[in-house]
Nanobody
Framework: QVQLVESGGGSVQAGGSLRLACAASGFTFRNYYMGWFRQAPGKEREGVAS????????YYDDAVKGRFTISRDNAKNTLYLQMNITKPDDTAMYYCARDQLYDCRWRLMRPLDVAYWGQGTQVTVSS
């Protein structure tokens, strides 16, 4: 069965860095558009970044552009999110997501695009 397992969350001071990872199994990882979402308490889940199967075409929410970098290792079936220059507003549960069907949607992934979610990893940024 499809599994997406996130790791790397934790607490960091504002301005610091974290690297999230998502280990994928149960499907052919290299064939699917992948993304990271986040959800803060009382807010809707929102797309943060997504990456096409080529590993080069990426999309970011304006709030993280220039600070976060999404990448994938198709040989290791792993998705990454490098978070730099973190801010307290980045505090949220972060989720890995697999697209329903496509290798790329040529835009930031949306919740309705998602077929599978990971269980999430908490990121807390203190000021």
């Amino acid at each position: 069965q499809v599994q997406l397992v996130e790791s790397g969350g934790g607490s960091v001071q504002a301005g610091g860095s974290l690297r999230l990872a998502c280990a994928a199994s149960g499907f052919t990882f290299r064939n699917y558009y992948m993304g990271w979402f986040r959800q803060a308490p009382g807010k809707e889940r929102e797309g943060v970044a997504s990456i096409c199967t080529d590993g080069f075409t990426t999309y970011y929410d304006d709030a993280v552009k220039g600070r976060f970098t999404i990448s994938r290792d198709n040989a290791k079936n792993t998705l990454y999110l490098q978070m730099n220059i973190t801010k307290p507003d980045d505090t949220a549960m972060y989720y890995c997501a697999r697209d329903q069907l496509y290798d790329c949607r040529w835009r930031l992934m949306r919740p309705l695009d998602v077929a599978y979610w990971g269980q999430g990893t908490q990121v807390t940024v203190s000021s």
